[in-house]
């Protein structure tokens, strides 16, 4: 008598996972991420939202936009810090100079848009 045993592998077979269970955990801490930014944010400016939102999901929605704002702020200005090279003439320094103010100058607005939105009537 003869039995036949089946054969274990060593390493198991690595199990597919659909894109959206493999996204899920990803997305999870981006959002979390984000809203650790935004509460930094709204520490900084003395807690215009906390104090003063209309609900919390009012409040959570307001902190998320912070923390987007805050990474676009980063991202835009360092793009245009990049661009600034010591060897350009001044015209073009000087350009660059006014855009990145400009765009500081525009996050900082919608930044208030945001709060003023979050805020009671």
Known sequence: MCRKTKRMPLIPARQNRSRWKAAIPFIGMLVLFLIVIGFMTDLWFGFPLLLSARSWTTWLFGILALGVLYFLGEGGSEWLRERNKVSHSLWKRVWNLTLLLGFVGA????????????QRP
């Open 107 to 118: 996050i900082a607005v919608i930044v208030m848009v945001v709060i003023r939105i979050a």
